[in-house]
């Protein structure tokens, strides 16, 4: 009887624990993949790009540059353009709705060949500009906007989009292995940002496939209310749910209001996972309080960004995607991205040269 | 023939005042009450309290300093970007120019009574309403504020701080709360029982009168100006310590909350008056009520629909009690 009971207990658990190993596999795979130094892979053919550029314009519009984040992606985008040699202009502003109308009144009026909206302006909010632009011949662009899953407004030619979803499959495997294979995960988005639901959908489908069972828990704060809603938001979730043992606000800069949550929650040992590779965060790794972030290359984004324009402006095929690589960055690495840690360092150099050749700048 | 003393006369208790003055204190009360009936055994817990109670120093130092400008009928609207620059002048001196971080709190402190000083020499000396001279300096500042920090957040501000300020707990609940408890206590013996108190209340109700009574307008105005900015920068401070970090943009979300405290705060215990128990007590009503309220899972929208509407409808309901009379805060 007893053996019989074994053998019925056996043949329940055992593909239990066959399930558990598997995701542990595949999610150690998704890891895996994104823990090496990038290789360089281009996302296109080879092209004569100062011939075709030489008399082509470009204005770029970001969304503000109060932020260092798109500071420093506008940064790579000049130098890829000083390196090709056509005039590339970035209409500095501080984030207002007047100033990007004007960004393209601008534009049009100077007679540029593209207008491109940068770091996640988004251009629905500026339709009858953008359109005024379309109708004066310009093309239209976004850059570091949509996620690689989402479709791009009617009037924008083509998008440089991000591996947001990927980003949240990382996040979701390095919760559940970071947890043993028992992930009660608190998720903190902003909503009004435009790729947060496919991410946020791509950490929970993830999360659901390696473990049906496991409980998560989503909260929504606007960015404008980072400073006064995610420390609140923290800890009443971990009133609410005491189980909760990792927490991955979705953009970087979200963490140094998480950070203060756990402290006065008395949670420091849950574990804090994010995107972005923002330097201070990547600083927080190095000291402990953060354990992993998603890193991803701006200058390697910046080239890629001009690439895409380029294409566009000389009727090639666009790449659907940046093409950017991300990485992983833990205790383990964090020294590479430099000390204190930078925007493009622990990447490599690669991209340079391949973009150089791609291009054809090399002769 | 003597003289008979006359019996003493107690006034009548005004029940409608008393019930305005703790009308406040029972929605608190209520709201408790009935977050501990919605969400059982997890809301009325040590830990609960422990945690809202623990979490919202920085904007009761920061509503605290703006009472003292509010009370003399003045508007301090650069209490935000001060807090903002304090937070980074303690992470740019601390981590990036390496001074010891006694040094980098006393020259934010200073930095913050020194932008108080010039908020009141150019409203006082120009005769410039406080609103436009606090807006403008406060713009300023925060140009500086993205100057000095070059945009970047900062972090890696001294532990010695981070301890000091939420991590150090008496009684389960964060050294951040006790700092902003004492504070509002001293103000309030300040505001009700000295004589600079007292004129600060004179100037606020009717300069002219003050100033015929022989107070020096002028002076009280200024003082209650750098003192708001020196503890405004008191909240940057308990902000830095409060993230181990500080950046150049997310702390001016305060603003708002802050004068929404401190204006909820003058309908109660002292109603009428900006008053540094009422606002107290106005935060932690606003805390507890976005901590069940996210406890039961609410979506964010509820939240500023429970922030605004609460102040709006507490401030209505105080002058249905006082019969719709003008309201003349100060």
Redesign the interface.
Known sequence: MNTRLCAATALLILPAQAALSDAKVDAQAVLDAHRVVPDFAPQGEPFDAQACMADKKVFSIPITMIVPFVVELERAMTRAAEEVGFEYTVWENQGTSDAWIQGVNQAISQGYDLVDVTGGLNPAVLGPQLQEAKAAGMKVTTTHLYDDTQTQEAFVDASAKVPFSTAGEILASWAYLETGGAPNVLIIGSDEVLPTGPFVQSIQDTLAAYCPDCKQTYINVPVTEWATKIQSGVQSALLADPTINYILPIYDSMSQFVVPALRIAGATDLGIASFNGTPFVLDMIREGTVQMNIGESLGWAGYAAIDAQMRLLCGLPVPESLGIPLLIFDADNVETAGVPADFDSGYGDEHLAGFRALWMLEN | MTATPLPAVRAPIDWKLQAERFALLAAWAALIGLFAVL?PG??L?W??F???L??QAV?VVLALGLLLPLTAGDFDLSAASVLVFSAMFVAVSNVTWGWPIGLSLLGALATGAIVGALNAWFILFFRIHSLIVTLGLGTFLNGMT?WLS???????ISMTL?DAV??TRILGI?AAFWYGLALCLVLWYALEWSMAGRRLLFVGRGREVARLNGISVDRTRAAALILSGALSALAGVLYAG????A????????LL?AFAAAFLGATAIYPGRFNPLGTLLSVYFL?TG???L??L?A??HV??LFYGGALVVAVALSQLVRKRQPQNFG
């Open positions: 969400i997890t809301f817990t830990r609960t422990s945690s809202i623990g979490s904007l993205l070059g945009s970047q957040t900062i972090s890696g981070v939420v991590i964060p409060m993230t181990g970090s950046d150049p943009v997310s702390g001016q979300g305060l909350p805390i976005i901590t069940g996210s406890m899972g979506a964010a939240q500023s």
